[in-house]
């Protein structure tokens, strides 16, 4: 490893000096474009409700659909984790997936008829997603290494930083989503945010492969390897006697290795080519291995499946509640812009807390406190819909802004143990896909849950026009936000928020 930089009195300097500016820049750049996507998406929101007169069970659906690349990352994980060590080389993958990212916004920005067409429209989003998903794998693969190279004390701020840049890309796309929707076509909108994903590709280009440190620690261990493998053959010569006895012998029997040297110089390239088809299965046999044993552990396994339940297990009717604030409460963009701008910083928040004040506290306590606040959060969604609060005088945007601002702040209460938890324990070489594997439940599970929220709206016959049976549907997923606190059994009694 390499020697450590000198303490900075500043975190900046000291994470540069740990990282290295060019990483901690694509660091930054990728999480900032993540949350940007805010200002696209609100768009998208519009586009299904007001243009295509979708459904809030259909809009649910298809957008559901349309993350679901985000619940294979695993498949990603693997493809940049299974080439030896000394050959992975992550940044095409950001380049391709940049790619991904970049032509479906152009191409829907462009295309009158692809906007009118749900099944295309949902399309291009999947393919969309399936280029933000793999950025998403890839960086964190290489911020899983970074961490192992510069020492587990920089995972909490490395997450930190990557968490705090998606939250200042979520505040301006937010700002800006809301008076782009007032001011601007919304073909615009989406040629516009085509230009960060070209950025994003550009700076891959020239980005160095590794992040300071790392690289330096990688040529170390091959030359230990390489040097190893020396001493073992000079060992295995010397075993044999033969070389010493026969110094004659050793003089005529050098024509005849020249001449095996040149046999062996002559041998096809498909011999090659087999060779290192063999070497890729066995590094997926290898991965494979690594990642079912790190899967085993219980402090990955257990809260591994809380997590999964406790999003599957509630109804998303998240598409529902902006239908009804948009047609009911006749909120205007802008005002939800700034809504999420405050549940941004409620992240920003929220992630300040956790590593200040509970990452050393039990992750049981934590995760049960979290369900509770968000299930107040649904009673207070329960109270809007009702119109109970009326009678206290609360207008309307006040209960939304609560709302918006501790759901946020909550669920980072949820994601920051596992985050951190995953950073540390993902054994070498299987960086990306643990991490995948991560955030493949937290998607799936979410998808699912989205899903589910679709087929409760469907069968409680809500539309844009009938909200009669919200409040229903609302105290359904107020149950399915209790239910989790009752398999609380599953997360181990000793396992902290910072280590397990």
Known sequence: MAEAAPASPWWAGRMAAAFGAPFLWLVCLIYFI?????????????????????????????????????????IYGIVSDCIPIKQRKRVPYLIISSGLSLFPWLIIGLSEHLRSSSN???????????????????????????????GPEFAGDLQSLSWSSMAVGGIFGSLLGGYALSNLPINAIYIIFSALPLFQLVTCVFVKESPKGFESTIDNAAHDHADDQNIDSAFA???????????????????????????LSKRPEGHEKHNKSVNLYSSLKSAFFSLCTAFKQPAILRPM??????????????????????????????????????????????????????????????????????????VLDILLVSRLHIQYGIADKYMVLWGSALADAINQFKMMPFLILSGQLCPPGIEGTLFALFMSINNLSSTLGSFLGAALTSALNISSVQFDNLTLSLTVQLMGTLLPIGFLFLIPRDVTGLTS
């Open 34 to 74: 993540q949350g940007f996507r805010s200002f696209v998406w609100t768009a998208v929101s519009y586009q299904m409700k007001d243009i295509m007169k979708l459904s809030p069970s259909t809009s649910q659906f298809l957008v559901s659909a349309a993350f679901f690349p985000w619940s294979i990352k695993p």
């Open 305 to 378: 499946a809380w997590f999964f339940l406790s999003n599957a297990a509630v109804p998303n009717i998240s598409t529902v509640m902006f239908y009804y604030q948009t047609e009911v409460l006749h909120l205007e963009a802008s005002f939800l812009g700034t809504a999420r701008v405050i549940g941004w910083f409620s992240l920003m928040l929220g992630t300040y807390i956790y590593n200040r004040y509970l990452k050393h506290k039990k992750l049981r306590n934590i995760l049960m406190f979290a369900h509770l606040g968000l299930a107040i959060i649904t």
């Open 237 to 263: 010569g010397q075993g044999s006697g033969e070389s010493f006895k026969y110094v004659s012998t050793r003089r005529r029997k050098g024509a005849r290795k020249k001449n095996k040297r040149r046999t």
């Open 120 to 150: 295309l429209f949902t399309l291009m989003l999947i393919v969309q997603n399936l280029g933000s998903a793999m950025a998403d794998v890839v960086i964190d693969a290489m911020i899983a290494e970074a961490v192992r190279s510069a």
